[in-house]
């Protein structure tokens, strides 16, 4: 990498653009020219695969598509350092009920009204959203978005650049939103809300790609400056067969569908010429993808080392935890949720604290030094001794199977789309004092030794309450409090008409 100086690093997106690694040669430089944001910063959006796919996809069909990133530069392409002002369409891929706020504050920014009413009628630039939310509930971008991309994005970006390319030329936007509402995948707010009061079926569908290997499924980059390090990242599966009761994705990402082995091997084997690079694999659940024996001694063969985020622990086996010694890897991280097995199960999890003490020894006798334990507290049910037990079983874990022990705790949040949509969800207080009898067993009880990380029982209460009803700009805790509406999370009425509404919509 060229050595720059602090003052250009602190300028421009160059020096990290030129540490990226291009995969495949694609045009640039094309029409119209198109916004494609992420709402966190570089490192962490770079290592999101959807983003990267939704991107090389436009870039092959001619789309002057240029990324963005509220830091560390907001305001400028990375790929020219256009000023986002040039911009006349914007889409952002939204995974996570958090990012909504960082949209807010970015387009507070960069100027933007965040109401697609104002931005209408201050002839703004057309904001579209796209990403995993939207299999979960679009409604909540009602007020935000000009138009939300339903389920798999891949195969409606033909209809969506078709029609934007026509509102170019003749500045209609009406004529475009009405344009892209001919698309069953596609809402759009303000043709549709207005029938889903009245109770009128809207028809829309979540757009499911069937055969996953005629799709990208692959990064279009490697960037050693993104969480993920020199990571190519390669996608095995969509949707999940298992059935956690808290998850949004058994029904909400529609049946499961695989990427071939031989396909993700394709991908791989120009990396062997890549110094250093490592092979991402990306999967709900990487253990229950049918052809993992295949793809690991491919990859293997191929001399790529391989990484994969959280296991289940019934999937922790001999040949999984060698091909991560074998890559240099030495942490795993599994969600046992609970710290005993009847709470576990109720979360439809049927493993018991013995098979994780198993699995975990035998991944330590391996070589494997640490592993990251995920729970949740204020699962339905749970009682003061089910949260004692989580701080037992860390110390178990640390004790018998002779790991490094963190514990990540989080609030139990009933979101739509889930087994537990309709159940309640804890108070802030509540939450308060459960996770901090727990931070307390951990620093001077039977887990003391292993480390706890939680989550903020004020952030749980707000993703609930914007897994629900969205973010208005009015309701964004970043907010000086005087200018917040103060409006209260989602009661169970407010979830009952969500998911009455989300039927009309056409998601059941
Ligand atoms: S938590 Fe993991 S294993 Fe369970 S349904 Fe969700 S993706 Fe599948």
Redo the contacts with the bound molecule.
């Keep these: 990498m060229k050595d720059l100086s602090v003052k250009a690093r602190a300028r421009d997106w160059r020096y990290l653009r030129e540490q990226e690694i291009e995969l495949d040669a694609l045009p640039s430089g094309g029409h119209p020219l198109w916004a494609m944001l992420f709402p966190a910063g570089y490192s962490v959006g770079m290592a999101s695969l959807g983003y990267q796919v939704i991107i090389a996809e436009m870039r092959a069909l001619g789309v002057g598509v240029e990324r963005f990133f509220p830091g560390p530069f907001p305001g400028l392409s990375v790929e020219s350092g256009r000023p986002i002002s040039d911009f006349p369409l914007i889409s952002a891929s939204v995974a996570y009920e958090p990012d909504i706020r960082t949209i807010l504050s970015v387009f507070r920014e960069w100027g933007l009204s965040s109401s697609r009413k104002v931005r209408f009628d201050l002839d703004q630039p057309v904001f579209g959203i796209g990403g995993a939310l939207t299999y979960i509930n679009p409604l909540i971008f009602s007020e935000m978005a000009d138009y939300v991309v339903l389920g798999d994005g891949e195969r409606v970006l033909d209809h969506l650049v078709r029609e934007a390319r026509l509102f170019m030329k003749n500045g209609d936007r009406r004529r475009f939103l009405e344009g892209l509402a001919e698309h069953r995948s596609i809402y759009v707010p303000s043709l549709h809300d207005p029938m889903i009061l009245k109770g009128h079926k809207v028809h829309r569908e979540k757009n499911i790609i069937g055969d996953l290997d005629s799709v990208r499924g692959k990064s279009q980059w490697i960037a050693p400056s993104s969480v993920f390090g020199k990571t190519a990242l390669v996608e095995l599966q969509r949707g999940?067969?298992?059935?956690?009761r808290?998850?949004?994705?058994?029904a909400s990402f529609g049946r499961i569908r695989t990427r071939s082995a031989k396909r993700i091997l394709e991908d791989l084997s120009p990396l062997v010429s890549v110094e250093g690079v490592q092979a991402g694999l990306v999967s709900?659940?990487t253990g229950?993808y049918p052809e993992l024996s295949e793809l690991l001694s491919g990859v293997a063969s191929l001399g790529i080392p391989v990484s994969f985020a959280?296991l289940?622990v019934d999937n922790i086996n001999e040949e999984v935890v060698s091909a991560l010694t074998r890559s240099g890897r030495h942490s795993l991280t599994v969600?046992p949720e609970s710290g005993n097995d009847r709470l576990r199960r109720e979360c439809?999890?049927y493993f018991s604290n013995d098979d994780i003490i198993e699995r975990l020894f035998m991944a330590s006798s391996m070589g494997v030094r640490q592993v990251k334990l995920y729970f949740m507290t204020g699962i339905p049910g749970e009682t003061a001794s089910d949260v004692d037990d989580i701080a037992g079983l860390c110390d178990r874990v640390r004790s018998e199977a002779r790991l490094r022990v963190t514990a990540s705790v989080g609030v139990f949040i009933p979101k739509p789309m889930t087994y537990w949509e309709r159940e309640e969800m804890i108070g802030e207080r509540d939450a308060s004092s459960r996770l901090k009898r727990l931070k307390k067993l951990f620093s001077e009880g039977p887990a003391k030794g292993c480390r706890i990380n939680i989550q903020q029982p004020k952030e749980a209460a707000l993703e609930f309450s914007i897994a629900w009803r969205g973010l208005s700009a009015g309701d964004d805790p970043l907010l000086p409090a005087e200018r917040r509406s103060g409006a209260p999370g989602p009661s169970p009425e407010q979830r009952s008409l969500l998911l009455e509404q989300l039927g009309i919509l056409g998601y059941n």
């Excluded at 999940?240 to 956690?244: D, E, L, M, Q, T």
């Excluded at 808290?246 to 058994?250: A, D, E, L, Q």
Aim: glycine letters at 6%; proline letters at 11%.
């Design positions: 999940c067969r298992r059935k956690c808290y998850c949004t994705i058994p709900p659940e229950d959280s289940r969600a439809g999890k």
